[in-house]
């Protein structure tokens, strides 16, 4: 073989090395990138599962305390223990006239998904409703305590709807729509619940004094804000902190505080981890909020601090310094 054909032989085996290293390497890469794909699907459906789960173990919670709370499991026991409760407040608050109407039954309602929509057979009850009406003559401290009990109790029920119509007498036309609860797997078949509601922050005679001593048909005015003290310096800004302050802690459905701007009346509904904003360059955000003690932890822009009910925000108990509110 000439030398000059052995050159030739030797890049054209080089050549086809280099095309078969291409073509390995690319199966190769090909199926690193195939396992790399399959390993981010599954840890994906990993994580997908384990959210599923911990909302279930979540909703489990939540309905085993609605369980706890819901009327009796039988719907026509429930009916009757309900409405003897509701004639049994409606006569202690002192209500004129009073009349409960209960349902005659109970609406269901029923499981639907797209599993049960072809399935035979009776479907899955969720729960049912009982609406109630309510109707009587009451003094506003009346209907007050009529409300502080109702809310007092831990059944499952709302207000859904209330009207007061002023009387000549100098009394109110009350009218109150309410919904029950029965829950199918409730832990009681015949009684009411015993457990208290969570929803008040004071006593009657506390929500008495403040709902009796305002005129409730009048539209609300915030009270002006005071005018700072006048000093031979340049005043500074207005501190809008000084004029918030906090109101409630309540369940709303979630656990919620309310914060109330006395300059604007605007009030604000936050649950933890929510910011607010309140000017001048003066935001905050909800670190925690505790029910049993009626107290939320704040953070006013670099500095938290524990407030109760009735403190402004220029008040409260620090609790150390932190970064601005995330």
């Not at 109760?308 to 995330?326: I, N, Q, S, V, W």
């Amino acid at each position: 073989m000439q030398k000059r054909e052995k050159q030739l032989l030797g890049v054209v085996v080089a050549l086809v090395a280099v095309l078969a290293g291409n073509w390995l390497y690319g199966k190769v890469r090909s199926s690193i990138n195939a396992r790399n794909n399959e390993i981010t699907r599954l840890s994906g459906e990993v994580d997908k599962k384990k959210t599923q789960i911990e909302r279930g173990k979540l909703a489990a919670t939540k309905l085993t305390k609605y369980e706890s709370r819901a009327l009796p499991s039988d719907p026509e026991l429930a009916r009757f223990a309900y409405s003897a409760w509701l004639r049994k407040i409606v006569g202690e608050a002192g209500f004129e006239d009073p009349n409960v109407e209960p349902p005659t039954q109970a609406t269901p309602k029923f499981l639907m998904s797209a599993s049960m929509r072809n399935a035979k057979g009776p479907r899955p009850i969720v729960y049912q409703r009982l609406p109630y009406s309510v109707r009587g003559k009451a003094t506003l401290e009346e209907l007050t305590k009529f409300l502080h009990t109702f809310y007092s109790a831990g059944h499952l029920h709302l207000v859904r709807s209330l009207t007061m119509t002023p009387q000549e007498s100098g009394k109110l036309e009350v009218k109150i729509t309410i919904d029950a609860l029965v829950l199918p797997n409730a832990d009681r078949k015949d009684a009411l619940s015993s457990v208290p509601g969570e929803s008040l922050a004071g006593t009657f005679e506390e929500y008495r004094d403040v709902i009796t001593k305002r005129n409730t048909f009048a539209a609300y005015k915030p009270a002006p804000p005071k005018p700072p003290e006048k000093t031979s310096k340049p005043d500074p800004a207005v501190d809008p902190a000084r004029f918030a302050k906090v109101t409630a802690i309540l369940t709303d459905p979630e656990l919620v505080v309310w914060i109330h701007m006395e300059t604007t009346g605007k009030l604000f509904k936050l649950a933890e981890g929510e910011e607010f904003d309140l000017g001048e360059e003066r935001r905050g955000k909800v670190h925690r909020i505790h029910l049993t003690t009626r107290t939320v932890e704040l953070q006013i822009n670099q500095e938290k601090k524990l407030y109760g009910l009735g403190d402004k925000l220029t008040e409260g108990k620090p609790l150390g310094t932190e970064t601005a509110a995330r």
